[in-house]
């Protein structure tokens, strides 16, 4: 072969081994560009946009019974960009139950519950608005479950007057969890050490790179059965059933629609439709009354945009790593179905 010949060759070579490495650098580069963008951008659509979209609801002109969608987990508002209007809003919520107190027009509220239930706080918090507002009204508050009506969902349906539920629905886990994520073993296999400057021995307790104590699983122990107890007592005011037989349904374990109405926690099966008539029926509305549920509608253009373009950022090990220790276990007292 001759000499201008392999020249030619190798270069030709390094050019596309420059050209295949230029090309991995530019998608690896604009995939960083592209995420720190949306990121920015979802933020800076949080703060200019988050507050406004949450907060106030236009009522109807019109008698209505007011619709609360307790959809997906109970816990803080979605005031993101990337939030889902479909999801639940619970400041959204609270704002709701409180234009629909002062509201003439408002006759009447439905909880609409397709959840696995969420956060102790807000569902106590949301609990306790309801019977404001039955105490301050005098209204009816029904519930319809859907697919599911655990734990937070339950908890909060129990300022229900009454309660449908759709014949496959699972209900109850009526319990309280702490989940954490104990990473110490990882930590020690990759030579990681978490060292943690505190002002008492429990002060880092739960943290990700240290086992807990048993003075620790006793301390959160106590606050599982302190929530455990007041949803026990949540169950037996608002189903009129003494503690013995309350406690010995919430174990935790999930119910059919069928075991759940022998067992008085719900009253009765049958579709939404079926709810919202006999609610109409009760409550001595004009059959055209409206239903209206708030809907936050920028948000849920921000969603289809934006939320797109999150959906097809690949997570790296790391992240997903991240979402387990700061999503799955982080310590966070909930009423909720595994």
């Known amino acids: 072969m001759k000499t201008k010949q392999l020249i030619g060759i190798i270069v030709t ?9 230029t090309g991995v650098a530019s998608n690896v580069i604009a995939g960083k560009v592209l995420e720190k963008t949306t990121k920015e951008t979802s933020s800076f659509l949080e703060d200019f946009v988050g507050s406004t979209i949450e907060s106030k609801v236009t009522l109807p002109a019109e008698e209505f019974i007011g619709v609360i969608n307790i959809v997906g987990e109970i816990g803080e508002s979605a005031s993101s960009a990337w939030g889902d209007s479909g999801q639940y809003n619970h400041n959204l919520y609270m704002n709701y139950i409180e234009q629909m107190e002062n ?23 949301l609990y306790l608005k309801l019977m404001e ?7 009816p508050v029904w519930a319809y479950f859907a697919s599911q ?6 908890y909060i349906a129990m300022a229900a007057d009454k309660i449908y539920a759709n014949r496959n629905c699972w209900t109850g886990s009526i319990g309280v969890i702490i989940s954490l994520v104990n990473c110490k073993d990882l930590y ?14 429990n002060k880092a307790m739960g943290s990700s790179g240290l086992d807990l104590t048993e003075e620790q699983y006793g301390i959160l122990q106590s606050l599982v059965d302190e929530a455990y107890d007041q ?12 503690e013995k037989t309350v406690r010995s349904l919430a174990d935790g374990r999930l119910y059919s629609a069928l075991q759940a109405k022998e067992k008085r926690m719900i009253d009765e099966i049958g579709s939404l439709e079926d709810g919202k008539l006999a ?7 004009d059959g055209d009354i409206l239903f209206f549920a708030p809907e936050s509608s920028v948000k849920g253009l921000f969603s289809t945009v934006f939320g797109a373009v999150k959906d097809i950022m690949p997570k790296s090990e790391v992240e997903l790593a991240t979402d387990i220790v700061e999503n799955k276990g982080n310590g966070v007292l909930k009423y909720y179905a595994k």
């Open 13 to 21: 070579g390094i050019v596309v081994i420059a050209v295949g490495i």
């Open 133 to 139: 507002y039955k105490e301050v009204t005098n209204r």
């Open 149 to 154: 009506a655990c734990s937070g969902g339950y």
């Open 103 to 125: 509201s003439s027009l408002n006759k009447g509220i439905l909880l609409y519950v397709d959840s696995p239930g969420g956060a102790v706080y807000q569902s106590d918090e």
């Open 279 to 285: 609610m109409i029926s009760e409550a001595g509305c």
């Open 231 to 242: 949803f026990v007592e949540i169950v037996c005011d608002g189903r009129g059933m003494d």
């Open 188 to 201: 020690d296999k990759l030579g990681i050490k978490e060292i943690d400057i505190t002002s008492g021995k």
